[in-house]
Each structure stands twice: as C-alpha cells, then as structure tokens.
C-alpha cells in the first residue's frame, strides 16, 4: 500500500511510519521539516499529488498536548488540529482516485473525567461539564470534538473514514510518555498523584500499530478506541512500573506538588489528574486481540527493552 502520514514526525509519527515501512508499506510523511513532502498543515499545494492516488491516509498532525495550557497554546492545538484535518479532507474530495481509507488521529481525551464506568466507543460519556472537572479542561474536550467533527462533515462519499479516539501510547523510545515515567519511577518520584484514584488508559506501541493495521484492512469507520482494554487507577498503575523498574518506594504528590512539577517542566496537570477511564468495544467486537492487554505485561516488555 502507499500510505500518506500527515504529521509523521513526531514520536508517534515515526513509531508508526517505521513499522509501516518494515512490513513493505510506501509510506510518504508529510511535514514542515526537512527530508519529507513540504505541507503546512493549512492550504492546498503540490503535495496533493500525494493523496491523490494513494491507498490510506493517516493523519497524525497537532501541536503536541504536553505544553502549559495557556490561552495562545490551546488556540493552537484547536487550529494545527482542525486546519489540517481540513486540509487532507479538502485534498481527498478533490482527488481524481481518492484513498480507501482516511484514518485520522483522535484523543481519548473526549470522553468524560469520571472515577465510574468506564467508557467505551459505543454508549461512552462525551466530556466537558464534569462537575468535579476544572472547568479549563473542557477546552481539550472542545478540541476534540471539533478535530472529529472536522473530519466527519468532509465530503468523501468513497472513503472511509475513521477517527481514533486514542490513548497514550506507550513507547520505549527516548522522549515518549513511557520514557519519562520509567526516569520518575526510576528516581523514586513515581508514587501516586493527588490520592492516585483517576483511571489511566494506555496503549502498548505495538497493539497501536497493529490496531493501524487492524483498521486500513478492515470496514470499520466512525470513531474507535485505540486503548488497552484493562485501564486502572494511576496508584496501581505507577506501583506496577515501579515493580517492573526494580524500585519498592514512590514519593506520593499532592495535587499542589503535581501543580509546581507540571509547570517546571512546562506541562499541564490535566494530563497527571485527568480520569480517562477508556476501553475499546469496537475493536474487540470486530475481532482483534491485544498482545498486551494488562498493564503488567506492557510494563515489563517496554522496561526490558530500554
């Protein structure tokens, strides 16, 4: 297959276009950055020529989530999401053989901060008027809704169309989410946040890539779950990454502590305290199977390979 991969070059972005390749795929990665086909992620160019022709989009383009969430940053997750998603679904509805497929990158961010049931991609809770929820939080579910929404009104009535409402993904690679709370557990700081009761939802690197694969070959379309179906509380969570680095003791944080960390390293709490307690039901129903379906096992497998 060819495959274009808007926004490819970020940690994600490469995980994936890396294993693409590595199972035959032409795989075209569009970008800003050197070494790659020039897009700005807003208007039509030559680099349509891309899409026109291939088999499957996957659209990965965004400013990155792990940045404070200042009134300029957040306007610029909303734009670099929706322009972009905008822009390839313009290049497909202008192609002479559009793609099959169109996969494009979503957040399981959408649904709602809950400690109850979890949700799933079929009767799931859409975010963004919790009441025990910040109310600046709504804006990251307002984001995605508008990333989804862009996506969903693009007229391609030959191309299917899928949203991945995904998790965070778990990568032993230098500089991913794994690899920055593998260095606190590591240094005694991996403990639980403000009490450890709000739910984390992750995916092994390579049930993602094998749910991409899963998805470009299937007939499913709408949004999906790109998550491990075994969640759990960030105490137990943190406790079992501790275990799998050889570490007995992490320092708990309350959530003041979480608030000084998180702007030292220029990031946010919503995603330290946010309660994402996502499952997928419609991968599960459809057939596919996860290598690493608990934590447990993830954790070990990505520790002993960093």
């Not at 970008?31 to 807003?42: A, E, F, L, Q, T």
């Not at 307002?142 to 899928?162: F, M, S």
Request: net charge neutral; with cysteine; aromatic share 8%.
């Amino acid at each position: 297959m060819k495959i274009v991969l808007p926004g490819g070059t970020g940690h994600i972005g490469e995980l994936l276009a890396g294993a693409l390749r590595d199972e035959g795929h032409e795989v075209v990665v569009l970008s800003r950055g050197p070494g790659h086909v020039w897009w700005d992620g807003r208007t039509q160019g030559a680099w349509t020529r891309e899409i026109d022709g291939a088999d499957a989009v996957v659209n990965l383009a965004g400013r990155s989530v792990n940045c404070r969430y200042t009134p300029a940053n957040l306007r610029e997750m909303m734009a670099s999401r929706v322009d972009s998603t905008r822009a390839v679904g313009e290049a497909i509805a202008n192609a002479s053989r559009p793609p099959a497929v169109w996969l494009q990158m979503s957040t399981a961010t959408i649904y709602a901060h809950t400690f109850g049931p979890p949700n799933d991609d079929v009767t799931g809770v859409i975010g963004g008027s919790e009441p025990d929820a910040p109310g600046y939080w709504e804006y990251s579910v307002r984001i995605a809704k508008a990333w989804e929404e862009e996506q969903r009104k693009a007229v391609t009535p030959t191309t299917r169309k899928v949203a991945l409402r995904t998790a965070i993904v778990m990568s032993p690679g230098r500089g991913g989410a794994f690899d920055m709370l593998r260095r606190m557990a590591r240094l005694g700081l991996g403990g639980p946040i403000a009490g450890g009761r709000q739910f984390v939802s992750w995916i092994h690197e390579q049930d993602f890539v094998r749910a991409i694969d899963f998805l470009l070959a299937g007939d499913i379309d709408g949004p999906v779950n790109i998550a491990a179906p075994n969640p759990l509380p960030q105490r137990d969570f943190n406790r079992i990454l501790r275990t799998a680095n050889g570490r007995l003791i992490g320092l708990p944080a309350t959530k003041w502590m979480a608030e000084i960390g998180a702007f030292a390293l220029r990031s946010d709490t919503e995603l330290l305290l946010k309660s994402r307690h996502v499952v997928p039901a419609r991968l599960r129903q459809a057939g596919f199977e996860f290598e690493f379906p608990t934590w447990s096992e993830a954790a070990y497998d990505l520790t002993a390979r960093t």
